[in-house]
């Protein structure tokens, strides 16, 4: 596995570019720092990870466990909520593929809407303006 890669996917499945804390700290990424930030604790799900062997949360029997669950005081680290979808396309498409396509889709989770209601995909489109207006 590309270890310059993998270092940009944290092992609880951040984009670590997406990371205020690449920009605040010019933080290379949990794995490079051995999961301590600066004079932040050292991570607990990074620990977690590093002591059963496994390279990403989802290699774990435990998966999903709460390590990863989001929290509302968290927002303003935007990466933490899409978590385990990072996880899970890691999972199914392997990180190569998923480092292709996961800027796009970051890109769709911060930007993106739904143009109709329903399971419709996100899109970078902007809405009919009409769409919402009664039909007469």
């Known amino acids: ?3 310059e890669l993998k270092n940009w996917h944290a092992p609880c499945g951040i984009y670590c570019k997406r990371c205020p804390g690449v920009q605040a700290y010019n933080c290379k990424g949990c794995r ?11 991570c607990k799900t990074f620990q977690c990870i590093t ?6 949360c989802f290699e774990c029997n435990d998966f999903p ?3 990863l ?3 509302v005081n968290f927002e303003i680290f935007a990466p933490h909520n899409s978590k385990i979808y990072n996880l899970l396309m890691i999972q ?3 990180l190569s593929k998923w480092n292709e396509i996961c800027e796009g889709k970051s890109d769709l989770y911060y930007k993106g809407k739904k143009v109709k209601y329903g399971g419709d ?7 009919d303006p009409n769409f919402y207006k009664k039909k007469e």
């Open 65 to 67: 466990c709460e390590k």
């Open 92 to 94: 199914k498409l392997g």
């Open 1 to 3: 596995m590309n270890e």
């Open 121 to 127: 995909p996100l899109t970078l489109e902007e809405k």
């Open 32 to 42: 490079t720092h051995k999961g301590q930030i600066l004079d932040f604790p050292v």
């Open 51 to 56: 002591e059963k062997g496994h390279e990403f």
């Open 69 to 71: 669950q989001t929290i």
